[in-house]
C-alpha cells in the first residue's frame, strides 16, 4: 500500500501536538486511513482488537530522536560559537522558547524552522522505510 506522505506528517504533527502520549495516530498499512485518538479532543476511539500487523502507531517526536539533539546538529552547523549558551539553556525549564530567543536575537530563526522541517521530513521517511510503508510524495 502506498500512502500519501502529507497524511503521516499531518499524524506525526498530531501525535506531537499537547502533552505527550494524549494523542495518538495509527496508520493502516493496507488501506492508507489514518486513525486518531486524542485524550482531550471528541475523537473516536481506536478498535477494541487492534491487528498490530495492520496498524503501526506514529512515532512522537521523543522516538525520532527529534528534540534537543537536533538543535544541537543545528547549532553546531550554524552557530557554534553559542554552543555552550545552548547547552546551558536546555538543562533549565523554558527551553526551546529560551532557544528560539536566542535564534532571534542572532537572526536565525528562519534557517531554524526550515532545519527541523527538513529532519523531520528525513526522520518520518527514514521511520516509514523502517517500518514497510511506501510513501507517494
Known amino acids: 500500500m502506498n500512502i500519501e506522505y502529507s497524511k503521516i506528517e499531518e499524524a506525526y504533527e498530531f501525535v506531537s501536538a499537547g502533552e505527550l502520549f494524549s494523542h495518538n495516530a495509527l496508520v493502516d498499512i493496507r488501506t492508507g486511513e489514518v486513525l ?3 485524550d482531550s479532543e471528541e475523537l473516536d476511539e481506536f478498535p477494541e482488537n487492534i491487528d498490530r500487523d495492520r496498524y503501526i502507531a506514529i512515532p512522537t517526536r521523543a522516538e525520532l530522536h527529534l528534540g ?6 543545528f547549532v553546531e552547523t550554524y552557530m557554534p ?5 545552548v547547552h546551558r539553556i536546555f538543562v533549565h525549564k523554558g527551553a526551546y522558547s529560551n ?3 536566542l535564534l532571534d536575537l542572532n537572526n536565525m530563526l528562519d ?8 529532519e523531520t521530513e528525513r526522520a518520518l521517511r527514514e521511520w516509514c522505510q523502517g517500518m514497510g510503508i ?3 510524495g
Request: aromatic share 18%.
Open 36 to 38: 486518531f485518538q486524542s
Open 68 to 73: 534537543k539533539p537536533v538543535v544541537i546538529s
Open 81 to 85: 560559537n553559542d554552543i555552550v549558551e
Open 99 to 101: 532557544f528560539k530567543n
Open 111 to 118: 534557517q531554524w524552522y526550515e532545519y527541523e522541517r527538513t
Open 134 to 136: 511506501s510513501l507517494l
